[in-house]
């Protein structure tokens, strides 16, 4: 595949260099409040922005303290039948599913780099004890952690340990109305997940979050997801719809936004353990196949392949409706 890859045809020109520099630059300096500082700032931002692009060495790919987020699809695997997604009609092999010790090393390796892991599905909680030995090893090494699940596998062991490890949980929900909720989910559990909901708000606090799709599906539940939540207290976001192979449709034309697309610094495992920017990338014809797999290469030695760094470069300065994802968007964009 490196020869596949070292087509001059798959190298930016002039142009692809200045839009890259205007993507990087133009947002950063609305941000400057004071104009006395305007132009240091700039040229220390174009400094940086150099080092990016062209120093040929690790710290090209993790350019920045703490300025990457480790995002793990633990598993295809889920409980639900959910309309929105196609993840879990194509449930990873056991045989290929990667063992915990593999992503523990990865973690470790990369650390110092992170701002955030993220653990997402599928539903995480099936694999409920490699969750944990995860959850204890970000604690250990300083890494915040978010986990994103359906909330059905909850219950209080597991809210007890999470809650000294002081992690965030993210549960999904998309309507409050009991028979529209079997209809988005496949299954009988409303109660269930309602009752797990007030115990991890009750255990975590404000460290415990829902998070809604809008879609067409969903435009008239939202308002009622979010006075709930305001009564209970309770962090809310929501993400618009994205096509993963759902059955829902876009709730309408996704807003353009005016930042680089910081997926570009996302690093992203599949079950399996294959390694990709960003799990939507493949939209670009240079990141059709993964960068590598941490099963057999060490994961610093996959990102600083050139198709890593090449990859990067077309995602700062791509527009795809992925964008508009929490998880590509810079941590000062996504806290506003």
């Not at 300096?29 to 940086?48: M, N, W």
């Not at 909850?154 to 999904?172: C, D, G, M, P, W």
């Not at 606090?205 to 435009?219: M, N, P």
């Amino acid at each position: 595949m490196s020869l596949i890859y070292k087509r001059p045809a798959n190298w930016p020109d002039l142009t692809h260099f200045l839009y890259d520099y205007y993507g990087e630059i133009a947002p950063f300096s609305r941000r400057i409040d004071r104009k006395a500082v305007f132009l240091p700032l700039i040229f220390f931002k174009t400094i940086e922005w150099s080092i990016y692009r062209w120093y040929k060495t690790p710290i090209r790919r993790f350019y920045g303290v703490k300025g990457n987020e480790l995002i793990y699809m633990i598993t295809n695997r889920c409980h639900d039948r959910c309309p929105k997604c196609g993840i879990w009609e194509h449930p990873e092999p056991a045989c290929q599913h990667l063992p915990v010790a593999d992503f523990l090393k990865c973690l470790q390796r990369l650390h110092e780099n992170l701002y955030q892991v993220t653990l997402t599905g599928g539903e995480p909680l099936t694999y409920f004890e490699d969750v944990l030995l995860i959850a204890q090893e970000a604690k250990k090494l300083d890494v915040p952690m978010v986990m994103v699940t359906s909330g059905v596998l909850l219950n209080e062991r597991f809210l007890k340990i999470y809650k000294e490890l002081e992690h965030t949980l993210v549960v999904s929900v998309d309507t409050l109305d009991k028979e529209r909720w079997e209809i988005f989910r496949g299954r009988k559990h409303f109660d269930l997940v309602m009752r797990n909901i007030r115990l991890a708000r009750t255990m975590l606090g404000q460290r415990f979050r829902i998070q809604s799709v809008l879609a067409k599906e969903t435009e008239a539940d939202i308002p009622k997801i979010n006075a709930f939540c305001e009564e209970l207290s309770i962090p809310h976001t929501v993400q618009p719809y994205m096509d993963f192979g759902g059955q829902w449709h876009s709730a309408g034309d996704v807003p353009p936004v005016d930042y680089p697309c910081a997926a570009r610094k996302n690093i992203c495992i599949y079950p399996n353990g294959d390694v990709v920017k960003c799990f939507d990338h493949r939209r670009i014809p240079l990141a059709r196949e993964p960068l590598g797999n941490i099963r057999n290469e060490d994961i610093i030695q996959i990102l600083c392949k050139k198709r890593a760094t090449e990859v990067s470069r077309i995602m700062k300065s791509c527009n795809f409706p992925c964008k508009q994802l929490s998880c590509n968007k810079p941590p000062a964009a996504f806290k506003q």
